[in-house]
């Protein structure tokens, strides 16, 4: 299986601030299903969608100029769903604080060129 993490990295501007002054949740979510989206892709070189988004958890906010690391990797694979963790870090580019700010989990199924559903092939995984 190839255990390699996706990485993203983003820096937080003012156009994404809510009135708290403090990054959306949407826009972290949007940008998490991406790293996960592309994670579950490498590894299945296939076609994927996303069918659930879980354990989404919120920890510290995301202010202005925050630089946000958002890292996917592969936690299961079964014979049509691939589950992809997400980590999100926050580091502060005035002090340099490094700390996980948001995590979740993304369900993802292998479908065919009309999004039709369909089996992973293990063997093309495992030959990777």
């Not at 579950?40 to 995301?62: C, D, M, Y």
């Not at 580019?93 to 995590?103: M, N, V, Y």
């Amino acid at each position: 299986m190839n255990d390699q993490p996706t990485t993203m990295t983003r820096i937080v501007l003012p156009s994404m601030l809510n009135d708290r002054q403090i990054l959306f949740g949407g826009n972290i979510l949007k940008w998490m299903d991406e790293v996960a989206y592309i994670t579950a892709t490498r590894l299945l070189k296939q076609g994927v969608v996303t069918i659930s988004v879980g354990n989404i958890n919120f920890i510290k906010p995301f202010g202005l100029g925050d630089i946000i690391e958002l890292i996917g990797n592969v936690t299961k694979i079964g014979s049509v769903k691939v589950e992809v963790s997400v980590m999100a870090y926050r580091e502060s580019t005035e002090t340099g604080l490094k700390e996980k700010a948001a995590c979740a989990k993304f369900c993802f199924a292998a479908v065919d060129e009309l999004n039709v559903p369909k089996r992973i092939d293990m063997n093309k995984i495992e030959s990777q």
